[in-house]
């Protein structure tokens, strides 16, 4: 007989517990973290604060996010300046980015070759924008349309191809429908979910929530943590529309 009396691991949370699968309540993923969620549903759960003391708390398998950079990011268009930030929390070093990596968990995480890869990066894929936006040095004839996302930890899958990515970016401008200077495009972050581990997924620098909505429509739980409270709002709000699929 065994010693231990350790309940199985449930098919649907992939987490072992006793009774009744708790994945489909609202507000699941917030019980004994200590910290109220500022928005929950049966797939997501947001938390309005910052990632280094809420993160600690949590229960969580797989890291998908896309942390600030450390390069001090600016925007220069004047366009952009009454609707977006000119400039992203915690952007002057990369310290939020490696404590991330070092949390020890499979992890997609996206960066920028104007700094080191962080440690243990296994693997680092190629966003390609497709030639739409980017700047870069204006008197040469390129621009960079690309952005670095590190592979970390294991258990991806998914068919064996190329690591550079081709996914169109969300409008430039904010009269366009964008909310964030950093927006990632959800098919892209779809693309990213379906390949991680199985498990709750975690995106502690959530912006505008592009990883969630990704994660809501391929029917992955997962948690955000946002610390502009202008963010979490629009990140909710992302969460509560329905999405129409169009079967092929
Ligand atoms: C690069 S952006 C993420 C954009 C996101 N991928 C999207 O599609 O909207 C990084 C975000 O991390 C947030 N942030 C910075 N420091 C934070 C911290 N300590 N805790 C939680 N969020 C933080 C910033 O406010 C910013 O919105």
Redesign the pocket.
Do not use: C, Q, V
């Given at each position: 007989m065994s010693q231990y009396n350790c309940p199985p691991v449930c098919g649907k949370c992939s987490r072992a517990h006793r009774g009744p699968c708790q994945q489909n309540q609202p507000g699941a993923l917030a019980l004994g973290t200590g910290y109220a969620p500022f928005f929950a549903d049966e797939w997501v759960t947001i938390y309005c604060?910052?990632?280094?003391e809420i993160v600690p708390t949590l229960a969580y398998e797989v890291i998908v996010s896309?942390?600030?950079?450390g390069i001090a990011y600016k925007s220069g268009s004047s366009r952009n300046e009454s609707q977006l930030a000119r400039s992203?929390?915690?952007d002057e070093t990369t310290e939020?980015r490696d404590w991330l990596c070092a949390l020890g968990k499979p992890t997609l995480c996206?960066g920028t070759w104007k700094v080191a890869p962080p440690a243990g990066t296994r693997e680092t894929l190629v966003w390609d924008k497709k030639g739409a936006l980017g700047m870069g040095a204006l008197d040469i004839p390129w621009k960079r349309s690309w952005e670095e996302i590190y592979v970390l930890g294991k258990g991806f899958s998914g068919r064996r191809e190329g690591a550079v990515l081709q996914y169109a970016p969300v409008q430039s401008m904010s009269r366009n429908g964008r909310v964030?200077p950093?927006?990632?495009p959800v098919a892209l972050m779809e693309y990213l979910v379906d390949r991680c581990p199985r498990g709750v997924i975690l995106d502690?620098?959530?912006?505008?929530?592009?990883?969630l909505r990704a994660a809501k429509n391929r029917q992955r739980r997962a948690i955000g943590?946002?610390?502009?409270e202008r963010?979490c709002k629009i990140a909710a709000d992302r969460m509560r529309q329905d999405v129409l699929r169009l079967s092929a």
């Open positions: 604060g910052n990632a280094r896309d942390p600030p950079y992203i929390e915690g939020l996206f964030h950093h927006e990632k502690p620098f959530m912006g505008s929530g592009a990883t943590i946002e610390i502009n963010y």
